[in-house]
């Protein structure tokens, strides 16, 4: 089992309340755990060891996405004073922690979303890794976690992939879901930074998030409860953010909806759906042009992969057809007034997991706004033309730098 850490120093060095005083708790760049330069990763470390007992594989149609977990598990323990460890891949198992760990009373953990795909030759190809590992720094960082080499981080994670790319079906579609987490785990009830932390990697094999193909959503519009606020934490991807979305989702739920559309202020912004972000497609009001909307990264939106991603190629193949490629806010009413005026096209959400979700309807002030999907059409011609781009570069279709291939 992991072993419980105990730091032989104290982390602290420079007060909190002190740095409040100077600045703006938003403005503040936050630069990780520990200040000092101490070890940092050493993939040439790397200890494997492998699993006496494999598991049977799944036929691809019986996987449950985040049901079914591989033989081994990734891991790296941090101390303040030694900064990060030798890495191990060892066989999976359970966490060794004492119940006094910060981890459990002040919710020190942070963590990604990523895949691991099969091209067609068998080859296993990464997505954007690097911009997984930048957003894991960020999200650490802001929490008082240790931050770490990406490149040297990318390079044990691709080893991992390697090792485990017998549970990734040879089919498109499917892929290896992969959780990069981060915790705090120092023996303390005491409030601040962690003189300890794990880092660790598990991976479940996927399927399509849609087994029959695409199915639209229908959304509440969700007032009442607030997913993140200027100067918060709703840009960065921490366990914290995750819990208290689930009540008013069960809400939702209650009266039919499958997810939350996240409102924000008096103004009634629209910012993300679920635990995606969220893009508008609508003719613009003033110059009729087609026009792709999606919130600014103003601190309360997520700085999703999958967003990043579809900007790009809307910049790329959109805009050169008149196309007008939007980072702004925008209000529910602005969405409704499109959609009474006959200008929204399509509205989508977009993650990691589905890469795009159609949205069929969303429940606002007692009313049902459609957007724009044709009775019986599950998915629009935009929606589905960007999977499409983005899974071209995912499996490698498409030779791009986005393609992170796994040496053998």
Not at 240 to 257: D, H, L, S, T, W
Not at 337 to 345: M, S, T, V
């Given at each position: 089992m992991l072993r419980q850490l105990r730091p032989r120093s104290s982390l602290i060095q420079q007060s909190p309340l002190r740095l409040l005083a100077t600045c703006r708790q938003y403005s503040i760049q936050a630069s990780g755990a520990s200040t000092i330069k101490r070890q940092d990763i050493d993939p040439s470390s790397l200890t494997i060891t492998k699993t006496t007992t494999p598991k049977e594989t799944l036929p691809p149609t019986d996987l449950v996405f985040g049901r079914t977990f591989t033989d081994h598990m990734l891991s790296l323990e941090w101390t303040?004073?030694?900064?990060?460890?030798?890495?191990?891949i060892t066989p999976y198992q359970n966490l060794s922690l004492d119940p006094a760990s910060c981890v459990f009373h002040y919710a020190f953990t942070a963590f990604?979303?990523?895949?691991?795909?099969?091209?067609?030759?068998?080859?296993?190809?990464?997505?954007?890794?690097?911009?997984?590992?930048?957003?894991?720094?960020?999200?650490?960082?802001?929490?008082?976690?240790?931050t770490f080499d990406g490149a040297a981080m990318i390079e044990l994670i691709a080893k991992f992939a390697q090792l485990e790319s017998r549970f990734i079906p040879d089919m498109k579609g499917y892929s290896l879901y992969l959780r990069p987490t981060m915790?705090?785990?120092?023996?303390t009830l005491g409030v601040g930074p962690p003189g300890s932390a794990l880092f660790y990697l598990i991976a479940s094999p996927v399927g399509p998030y849609y087994p029959t193909g695409f199915k639209a959503i229908s959304l509440e519009a969700t007032d009442y409860a607030v997913r993140a606020w200027p100067g918060g934490v709703g840009n960065s991807k921490?366990?914290?953010?995750?819990?208290?979305?689930?009540?008013?989702?069960?809400?939702?739920?209650?009266?039919?909806?499958?997810?939350?559309?996240?409102?924000f202020g008096e103004e009634e912004y629209v910012t993300e759906v679920g635990t995606m972000n969220l893009f508008v497609a609508m003719k613009n009001k003033e110059t009729g042009q087609k026009e792709l909307i999606t919130a600014p990264l103003d601190g309360t939106i997520l700085e999703g992969v999958t967003r990043d991603s579809i900007l790009s190629l809307a910049r790329q193949k959109l805009a050169p057809e008149g196309w007008i490629i939007s980072e702004k806010k925008y209000t529910m009413k602005d969405l409704d007034?499109?959609?009474?005026?006959?200008?929204?096209?399509e509205v989508f959400g977009a993650g990691t997991a589905a890469i795009v979700a159609p949205v069929r309807n969303i429940s606002w002030k007692g009313k049902m706004v459609d957007c724009g999907l044709k009775p019986g059409e599950e998915a629009g011609q935009l929606t589905l033309q960007l999977k499409d781009w983005i899974e071209a570069r995912q499996y490698g279709d498409e030779e791009h730098e986005w393609s992170y291939t796994v040496p053998k």
């Open positions: 303040a004073s030694e900064g990060w460890l030798a890495p191990r990604e979303g990523m895949k691991a795909y099969k091209d067609s030759a068998g080859q296993v190809r990464l997505f954007r890794p690097e911009r997984n590992m930048a957003r894991l720094n960020k999200s650490s960082a802001r929490i008082a976690l240790p915790i705090g785990t120092q023996r921490l366990g914290a953010n995750y819990a208290p979305c689930i009540v008013p989702q069960m809400e939702a739920a209650k009266r039919g909806f499958h997810q939350n559309l996240w409102l007034d499109a959609a009474n005026q006959g200008r929204l096209i």
